[in-house]
T-cell receptor, first 113, second 114 residues
Framework: NAGVMQNPRHLVRRRGQEARLRCSPM?????VYWYRQLPEEGLKFMVY????????ESGMPKERFSAEFPKEGPSILRIQQVVRGDSAAYFC???????????FGDGTRLSIL | AQSVTQLDSQVPVFEEAPVELRCNYS??????LFWYVQYPNQGLQLLLK??????LVESINGFEAEFNKSQTSFHLRKPSVHISDTAEYFC????????????FGQGTRLTINP
């Protein structure tokens, strides 16, 4: 009875490298959300996806960040040319149809050297 | 747009004492309300939710929250806390129609002292 699975749990990158964060939703869930938690702050919405579609990306930075949720496989949050300010915990959540509560993964903690 | 304010960033209490974590929201449309708990180095776990019906909702571990529409509040309470309740608590809202993104408050760190 796996919940939302995120990997890796910890990711270290040097400035200028690419970071790829993966999220497998709970079984039966077709809605995926990505949130970012900066130190000492609450979670901020980034993007909401359904299979093969981006529904709402109003929280995504305009450059370097992208997300996908392909027909097969996990959702991917991709950060190109990372900078120190990208250091944060990135959480994925999934839900079923309608206004079902979102269930969260344990997050990926991204550190930029 | 919706916003959530958690008035206390930190709340220290003694074990077995009562606690209230405050949450106020702002929205021009109907909302659903949630409390999530985050233990160190973990993701968020849903504690309780208000979708409709009774304005008082309860969790399985003794927490309760009351939706007060006139005061736009959804405060979280527990009559007697345990050491294991030490965690960060987040209040969140989402609108009832359309986009389902959660808008979170800044969080309240609850520390239980023996």
């Amino acid at each position: 009875n796996a919940g939302v699975m995120q990997n890796p749990r910890h990711l270290v990158r040097r400035r200028g490298q690419e970071a790829r964060l993966r999220c497998s939703p709970m079984k039966g869930h077709s809605h995926v959300y990505w949130y970012r938690q900066l130190p000492e702050e609450g979670l901020k919405f980034m993007v909401y996806l359904q299979k093969e579609n981006i529904i709402d990306e109003s929280g995504m930075p305009k450059e370097r960040f992208s997300a996908e949720f392909p027909k097969e496989g996990p959702s991917i949050l991709r950060i190109q040319q990372v900078v120190r300010g990208d250091s944060a915990a990135y959480f994925c959540a999934s839900s079923g149809a309608g206004n079902q509560p979102q269930h969260f993964g344990d997050g990926t903690r991204l550190s930029i050297l | 747009a919706q916003s959530v304010t958690q008035l206390d960033s930190q709340v220290p209490v003694f074990e077995e004492a009562p606690v209230e974590l405050r949450c106020n929201y702002s929205s021009s449309v109907s909302v659903y309300l949630f409390w999530y708990v985050q233990y160190p180095n973990q993701g968020l776990q849903l504690l309780l939710k208000y979708l409709s019906g009774s304005t008082l909702v309860e969790s399985i571990n003794g927490f309760e929250a009351e939706f007060n529409k006139s005061q736009t509040s959804f405060h979280l309470r527990k009559p007697s806390v345990h050491i294991s309740d030490t965690a960060e608590y987040f209040c969140a809202v989402t609108i009832t129609q359309g986009a389902q993104k959660l808008v979170f408050g800044q969080g309240t760190r609850l520390t239980i002292n023996p």
